[in-house]
């Protein structure tokens, strides 16, 4: 079973979703929760959304002008037939667009650290492994030899005792992040201080996006084979890492830490929300990638199927690759004699700080260290081909002329190239401060808002009968009650208390101990919105343009039928959507086409497959 060639099944984020690690105690509860009523149910909404129509995220929502009375023809459907869509959907296209562009920016950045530490890998010795290198400061202290426990001097009291040392914690600092903040990143003192572009960073962020490109250069017939690779390569090193972590010693204090839920923490909707954010995010909810990959599909696949098999699929993932994480950070709170809590972390911190510096632990620790950023860049190179497609399509399904579906290679170049120039600042001195604003801003509030809103407009607009049927034409069978209940009720309830709780419950971002300014969190507001006021300034749009005497009027005409939407293919334009027959001339009437050198006019569907246009009498 393959839902699509580039929509591989993945159960991490790259970095601070890496494998919802120290907050999966908190959140495990709430993330099976959301999984089954909100993850598993949208998934299948936007698959069968974009399975039924053929098209992306632009194009299922695409919505020309309303027709005041439709003079009828030998393409006419009748009223009941076609998609009922408020002026907002269309808006809700836009919004997955602005998403998965914010998202692209910045995930290519994760993916080119990866890269710098997949490269810098290529040693004997690890080079975060010891305190002896220029970039380290007094108060590092390595773990691996007594002898390098500090840079400077330390206390004599202290002398000696490397658990009693790290309970010296206000001044101890490991050299992995020494190694990651101070020569990686150098990091800036503010978000304002850009600093300069640290180009190794600046080129391992060409090297991804170029290898983006290559992946993506024939669309989905490139990707599609590059992707069972890295689909399924990372549950090999995901193994192997596994295998070797059970064996070493505290590995079992590690998954009992992993696996011991926090109660007194069930209550707080950061943890709900949290939950919500990373099945959005491991599911590929609301970004719009799964609207556009399943219009690939074969008209009548399986796409029920497919949604439970990959959902359940994609949650076992991240399950496993927490014993994988705790398995060895156990072991590394064990050698260190501290409690895991404290060699635990989240963020950035735990993909490129915690998990390396317990690498370094390990015998032949280069080979380790090499796999598993290798299998990080795996698992970003998976999402970001689904992210770069997901734009590249909705652009051509927006133009739709014969000129840009000929040249849609120029396009994804276009893309990529945009995408590297918008991630140079990402590679600077401040650039991991823009790179969290953006992580939790642009791309968290507005997905959970997109998501409740395509569910409403899909079930309480469209019609949740009319959707009904339209699922049972193409896989002959209607949705299971549970779907239907979720979709209409439950999933949208869930979404909607969780904004509210989460507003109620906010605070400002921070990194480390550093406090965003307040221009700075404006800034991550108007990202937030940027994507959800394509909504209701689109309905606004709509409206206006729309022919009426009355608010009424014209919302009624803005509701009417849309002649665009349906399958792509004639060949699955039945039932409700069967075009009518023309009348005959016995009936007196003359039947002309009013444009007559456009009588028929190919429609490319994002599955590249065509229809006929119809004509008028």
């Known amino acids: 079973m393959v839902l699509c060639p580039a929509r591989p099944p993945r159960g991490t984020r790259t970095s601070n979703e890496a494998t919802g690690a ?25 698959l069968s959304f974009g399975q039924f129509a053929s098209r992306g995220c632009l194009g299922v929502w695409k919505i020309s002008p309303m027709f005041k009375a439709c003079p009828g023809g030998p393409w006419t459907l009748p009223p009941p037939a076609r998609c009922v869509t408020l002026p907002s959907p269309p808006g809700v296209g836009y919004g997955m667009m602005v998403v998965s562009t914010y998202i692209g920016i910045y995930y290519n950045v994760v993916i080119c650290i990866a890269f710098y530490y997949f490269f810098s890998s290529m040693t004997h010795v690890l080079p975060w492994a010891y305190c002896n290198n220029p970039w380290n400061t007094p108060d590092c202290a390595g773990v691996l030899d007594a002898s390098n426990l500090t840079n400077g001097s330390r206390p004599a009291a202290l002398a000696g005792n490397l658990s009693h040392l790290l309970n010296y914690s206000l001044q101890r600092t490991s050299p992995s992040e020494e190694y990651w903040r101070l020569y990686v990143l150098k990091l800036s003192d503010d978000i304002g201080n850009f600093g300069e572009v640290r180009l190794p960073l600046l080129g391992c962020l060409g090297v991804s996006w170029v290898v983006v490109f290559l992946c993506l250069i024939r669309g989905v017939k490139s990707s599609g084979k590059v992707v069972y690779f890295t689909a399924t390569f990372p549950y090999v090193v995901l193994t192997i890492l596994f295998v070797r972590g059970v064996t070493l010693e505290g590995a079992f204090t590690g998954i009992t830490y992993y696996l011991t839920p926090q109660w007194d923490k069930i209550l707080e909707a950061k943890v709900w929300g949290d939950a919500a954010s990373q099945i959005f995010y491991s599911l590929g909810c609301a970004w719009g990638g799964l609207i556009t990959m399943a219009s690939y599909n074969k008209f009548h696949n399986n796409c029920y199927r497919d949604s439970i098999i990959i959902s359940i699929t994609n949650c076992a993932t991240s399950v496993y690759a927490g014993f994988v994480i705790f398995s060895i950070l156990g072991f590394m709170a064990s050698h260190l004699g501290v409690d895991v809590s404290r060699v635990a972390d989240h963020g950035p911190g735990l993909a490129f700080v915690a998990y390396p510096e317990a690498l370094t632990l390990l015998p032949v620790s280069p080979l380790w260290s090499l796999l598993f950023f290798f299998m990080l860049i795996l698992l970003g190179l998976g999402t970001q081909f689904c992210l770069l497609e997901t734009l590249v399509t909705a652009i051509v399904d927006e133009v739709g002329n014969e000129w840009i579906l000929q040249k849609k290679t120029y396009v994804t170049l276009g893309v990529a190239v945009a995408g590297f120039l918008l991630g140079i600042p990402l590679t600077s001195q401040a650039g991991i401060y823009w790179l969290l604003l953006m992580d939790n801003y642009a791309a968290s509030f507005s997905l959970v ?40 009720f439950v999933s949208p309830a869930i979404i909607f208390f969780i904004l509210v709780f989460t507003v109620i419950q906010y605070q400002p971002i921070t990194y480390n101990h550093y406090q965003y300014p307040g221009w700075a969190v404006a800034i991550g507001f108007l990202m937030a919105l940027s994507s ?37 293919l004639l060949e699955h334009q039945t039932g409700r959507y069967a075009p009518t027959l023309p009348p005959s001339p016995e009936d007196g009437l003359e039947v002309q086409p009013l444009h007559p050198d456009k009588a028929q006019i190919p429609m490319v569907g994002s599955n590249g497959s065509s229809r006929l246009q119809d004509s008028r009498i």
């Not at 409206?543 to 919302?555: I, P």
């Open 22 to 46: 120290t907050r999966s105690r908190a959140f495990m509860l709430p993330y099976f929760i959301m999984l089954i009523f909100c993850g598993i149910p949208l998934f299948f909404m936007e």
């Open 449 to 488: 808002v997109i998501s409740c809103i395509m569910c409403v407009s899909i079930m309480y607009i469209y019609g949740h009968r009319n959707y009904f049927q339209d699922i049972q034409m193409m896989l002959g069978f209607p949705p299971p009650l549970f779907f239907q209940i979720c979709w209409r």
């Open 532 to 568: 959800v006021i394509c909504i209701p300034l689109y309905a606004l749009f709509q409206l206006c343009r729309t022919d009426g005497d009355t608010l009424l009027q014209r919302l009624k005409n803005a509701t009417k039928p849309s002649r665009d939407w349906g399958p792509a």
